[in-house]
């Protein structure tokens, strides 16, 4: 299984940006779909983000559209996730996660991922 530890997680005030890494102790490249998810306190862990291989194959939730971008190093085996104008209601913990090979809609739905980092704090201060 594979093995992911995510890292740049901290505090920032609203507007402000951060970047998030996953790294993978695999190969990735067409191998797995990694994901970001997220859970704030009291609330259901839900999808963020999602790329499949390629950067064409990337999927956002509505709520991060236009804000946040994930990219892919397959040389690394690392998948970031960049946030700008970072809002209060952004503050959760953040997790990587790694499924199977696949596109589309799914890649934000939980129950898809198999394999999932230790996750990241992120906090956003208005």
């Known amino acids: 299984q594979v093995q992911l530890v995510e890292s740049g997680g901290g505090s920032v005030q609203a507007g402000g940006s951060l970047r998030l890494s996953c790294a993978a102790s695999?190969?990735?490249?067409?191998?797995?779909?990694l994901g970001w998810f997220r859970q704030a306190p009291g609330k259901e862990r839900e999808g963020v983000a999602a790329i499949y291989s390629e950067p064409y194959n990337a999927y956002y939730a509505d709520s991060v559209k236009g804000r946040f971008t994930i990219l892919i190093d397959n040389a690394k085996n690392t998948v970031y996730l960049e946030m700008n104008s970072l809002k209060p209601e952004d503050t959760a913990m953040y997790y990587c996660?790694?499924?199977?090979?696949?596109?589309?809609?799914?890649?934000?739905?939980?129950?898809?991922?198999?394999?999932w980092g230790q996750g990241t704090q992120v906090t956003v201060s208005s």
């Open positions: 695999e190969s990735i490249y067409r191998q797995y779909c």
């Open positions: 996660a790694a499924g199977p090979p696949m596109t589309g809609s799914q890649t934000l739905a939980r129950a898809r991922y198999n394999s």
